[in-house]
């Protein structure tokens, strides 16, 4: 289920591959322009149901004078609206209005200097001279039918182009990453400017459009819902109850693979302050049974997915007419899990979404599917959400068995469960938890190292302590957290839980490493 949008009033992005296509849509929603995101073989039918007011043609990986190279459809270019495209998308332009593209004598990946050399309202109220990031190893050598030259860096002479009479632009540097200080600026220049997009996205109007997308999705249905207890399905939940009311049907399910109060939490919070619909299950001796001995990380999130599905498949067989399934999914679990919209890398499964079966019983309702998590806190907001439970940090569906690497076991779920309160601990005492995205403690059962306790020597396991900043979970840098709370939380783990006798603390940003360990 997508965000409802009324006709001509949305941007639509084409996605050839670029890892930093999402980040497109990021800028834009930043910038109240909504925004959606369709494959670059979308058919004709599709951008046309879309009614866009502008199109932009990511950036990918691969070269347009390849054989085989992604093509978009024809009616991108003939659909009367403007188009903008990036790296990818530019040379894209080049080649079909009969320019040429040829392989870069100097590849240019970093920083650039870029040049304006011709009044656009493409770079309106920008100066001459701005900082980019490019990031490609093809260039355009020659243009053609009215294309014209508007910025040059030092490496490419055609670093921006335009046909105005068509309303067709191309830029070679990637306006979307933080690296280009001003490129939010050239993004909202072509949505404001150019496509001239009035609208504003605003969660009011997402909160409205919705409830009515979920009633007409619905009906007279009833649903059950997946409810962690996180911020991302208390979320959807509550949206839904909003649509619905008693319909909704809200089932926790204690994995074994929780937290220390997170149970707790959500019969207080879920069931007695947002009063929902909810049910407990405790499904812990059947999850942890179908883990036994698994460690592969994808077999975990595999078995893990399916396992809900059967749980939930047999609660909704309980109440007559259910036949929906509602989920927090969210757009990075989505890009993570498959290559929905162009040729991207799969990263890793989601356990609601790679660990879905392909035959189910029940039909989805994931109303925060094309949404960032920090729009969800929005959202949330909006819906009348406390604060401190928008707060939480989020937390995996797999839960604590992709934070133990390798086999899960329960004696190493509860290791990890007193390592983890105590970091959680120590965080809010110190008032970091609310600075920092997320922070959580991984177990590596297969790293023992030799201590000393008292006069004796211990040959115990290791845990990692892992804390990052991030705006949407797309990318994160590594938290840089006091030395001292560093101190006091591992002084506190190797004093306080048993079979520990050594705390690291991770500092890989994603990229290249993800969040999660698994």
């Known amino acids: 289920m997508t965000v409802a949008a009324s006709a001509g009033e949305k941007i639509l992005i084409l996605d050839f591959g670029s890892q930093y296509t999402q980040l497109i849509a990021r800028r834009l929603r930043e910038l109240e322009v909504y925004c959606e995101i369709l494959p670059?073989?979308?058919?004709?039918?599709?951008?046309?149901?879309?009614?866009?007011?502008?199109?932009?043609?990511?950036?990918?990986?691969?070269?347009?004078?390849?054989?085989?190279?992604?093509?978009?459809?024809?009616?991108?270019?003939?659909?009367?609206?403007?188009?903008?495209?990036?790296?990818y998308g530019m040379q894209l332009l080049v080649e079909l209005h009969g320019g040429k593209v040829v392989p870069s004598k100097k590849r240019e990946y970093g920083h650039a200097d870029l040049e304006i050399v011709a009044d656009s309202p493409l770079f309106a109220d920008l100066p001459k001279h701005l900082q980019v990031w490019m990031s490609h190893g093809d260039?355009?050598?020659?243009?053609?039918?009215?294309?014209?030259?508007?910025?040059?860096?030092?490496?490419?002479?055609?670093?921006?182009?335009?046909?105005?009479?068509?309303?067709?632009?191309?830029?070679?540097?990637?306006?979307?990453?933080?690296?280009?200080?001003?490129?939010?600026?050239?993004?909202?220049?072509?949505?404001?400017?150019?496509?001239?997009?009035?609208?504003?996205?605003?969660?009011?109007?997402?909160?409205?459009?919705?409830?009515?997308?979920?009633?007409?999705?619905?009906?007279?249905?009833k649903v059950v819902c997946a409810l962690s207890g996180g911020v991302d399905s208390t979320v959807a939940a509550t949206l839904i109850s909003k649509a619905i009311g008693k319909n909704?049907?809200?089932?926790?399910?204690?994995?074994?693979?929780?937290?220390?109060?997170?149970?707790?939490?959500?019969?207080?919070?879920?069931?007695?302050?947002?009063?929902?619909?909810?049910?407990?299950?405790?499904?812990?001796?059947?999850?942890?049974?179908?883990?036994?001995?698994?460690?592969?990380?994808?077999?975990?999130?595999?078995?893990?997915?399916?396992?809900f599905i059967d749980i939930f498949n047999a609660e909704a067989k309980r109440i007559k007419g259910v036949t929906f399934l509602a989920q927090g999914t969210l757009y990075p679990d989505v890009i993570e899990s498959v290559s929905v919209h162009g040729p991207s890398v799969v990263i890793k499964s989601h356990h609601n979404v790679g660990g879905l079966p392909k035959k189910?019983?029940?039909?989805?309702?994931?109303?925060?599917?094309?949404?960032?998590?920090?729009?969800?806190?929005?959202?949330?907001?909006?819906?009348?959400?406390?604060?401190?439970?928008?707060?939480?940090?989020?937390?995996?569906?797999?839960?604590?068995?992709?934070?133990?690497?390798?086999?899960?076991?329960?004696?190493?779920?509860?290791?990890?469960?007193?390592?983890?309160?105590?970091?959680?601990?120590?965080?809010?005492a110190s008032g970091w938890y609310d600075k920092v995205w997320q922070s959580f403690v991984v177990i590596l059962p297969s790293v023992r190292s030799v201590g000393v306790m008292g006069d004796g020597r211990t040959y115990e396991n290791t845990v990692v302590v892992r804390s990052v900043d991030s705006r949407d979970g797309m990318t994160a840098d590594w938290s840089r957290l006091p030395h001292d709370l560093l101190q006091k939380i591992s002084s506190r783990i190797v004093s306080e839980v048993k079979g520990v006798n050594r705390v690291a603390y991770d500092i890989s940003s994603k990229p290249p490493a993800t969040i999660e360990w698994e």
Do not use: W
């Open 40 to 87: 670059y073989h979308a058919k004709k039918e599709a951008i046309r149901a879309a009614n866009p007011a502008g199109i932009i043609l990511s950036g990918g990986p691969a070269s347009v004078h390849e054989k085989g190279s992604p093509r978009p459809n024809d009616f991108v270019y003939e659909a009367g609206v403007p188009v903008l495209g990036i790296c």
């Open 139 to 221: 260039s355009a050598e020659r243009l053609h039918n009215g294309f014209r030259v508007d910025a040059r860096t030092g490496s490419a002479p055609y670093a921006a182009i335009s046909d105005e009479g068509k309303r067709q632009y191309g830029i070679q540097f990637h306006p979307e990453v933080v690296h280009t200080p001003l490129g939010s600026k050239v993004l909202e220049n072509f949505a404001r400017r150019i496509c001239r997009f009035e609208k504003r996205f605003s969660m009011a109007g997402l909160l409205e459009s919705q409830v009515k997308a979920i009633r007409e999705q619905v009906g007279d249905g």
């Open 248 to 307: 909704l049907y809200c089932v926790f399910v204690d994995t074994g693979l929780l937290r220390h109060g997170d149970r707790d939490r959500a019969e207080k919070v879920l069931g007695q302050e947002l009063k929902l619909n909810l049910k407990v299950v405790d499904a812990s001796k059947l999850f942890l049974g179908r883990l036994k001995g698994v460690s592969d990380p994808e077999r975990k999130r595999k078995i893990i997915g399916k396992t």
């Open 360 to 428: 189910m019983n029940l039909r989805l309702v994931e109303p925060l599917r094309m949404l960032f998590k920090d729009e969800v806190r929005r959202l949330g907001k909006e819906l009348g959400i406390s604060a401190e439970l928008l707060g939480l940090h989020p937390f995996p569906g797999p839960g604590l068995a992709i934070r133990v690497l390798g086999a899960v076991t329960p004696a190493l779920l509860n290791t990890l469960r007193s390592a983890d309160l105590i970091m959680r601990e120590e965080l809010k």
